[in-house]
């Protein structure tokens, strides 16, 4: 499994970005489908996911209310609308993808990850 992200970019706080993931291969394995961030100087924080042959989107609580995951399965496609933005979620935003239906919340769950894309929050 190949994951391209993409997007990213430059946007003021209070602004929307809505990023990409292109997924090639075999995905018949792939349970779940999400977004990670890493920020400068952290580690990869955990955005949230969505199963990818089921209904069930799990997010991190820190995010919940603002940013949104969809997929379309037909274009084999991952997307993350993040709205109202904020300097702190200035971060490389990767997708990823897992074999597994639990413990989406752990880094440890995914095998397949992307190149990631750089989301600057900035006035």
């Known amino acids: 499994v190949q994951l391209q992200a993409s997007g990213g970019g430059l946007v003021q706080p209070g602004g929307s970005l809505r990023l990409s993931c292109a997924a090639a291969g075999n995905l018949f394995s792939v349970k779940g489908m999400g977004w990670w961030r890493q920020a400068p100087g952290k580690e990869r924080e955990f955005i949230g996911t969505?199963?990818?042959?089921?209904?069930?989107?799990y997010y991190a609580s820190s995010v919940m209310d603002r940013f949104i995951i969809s997929r379309n399965i037909a274009k084999n496609s991952l997307y993350l609308q993040m709205n109202n933005l904020k300097t702190e979620d200035t971060a490389v935003y990767y997708c990823a993808a897992s074999e597994y239906d639990t413990d989406w919340n752990k880094h440890r769950t995914y095998k397949f990850w992307g190149q990631g894309t750089l989301v600057t929050v900035s006035s």
């Open positions: 969505t199963g990818w042959k089921i209904d069930s989107t």
